[in-house]
């Protein structure tokens, strides 16, 4: 999956928690995010973030802090 599509995919996760309240928003994007994206798509998003996540929502790039990042094989 291209970068673009998993930062616009995490961003509308991150506008969707953040409807739920500004203090909830990164843990719940983060918990989307663990459970429900694959290992391939974590390691992308974090590699991302991780070269400065620019085009991540503020929320999202706080996210990422507690996204697990998959165990190598």
Known sequence: MSPDKLIYMANQIGAFFKSQGEGKAPAGIADH????WEPRMRSAILAYWETGGEKLDPA??????????????
């Open 60 to 73: 999202v790039r706080d996210a990422m802090k507690a996204v697990k990042r998959p165990a190598s094989n």
């Open 33 to 36: 995010i663990n459970r429900f």
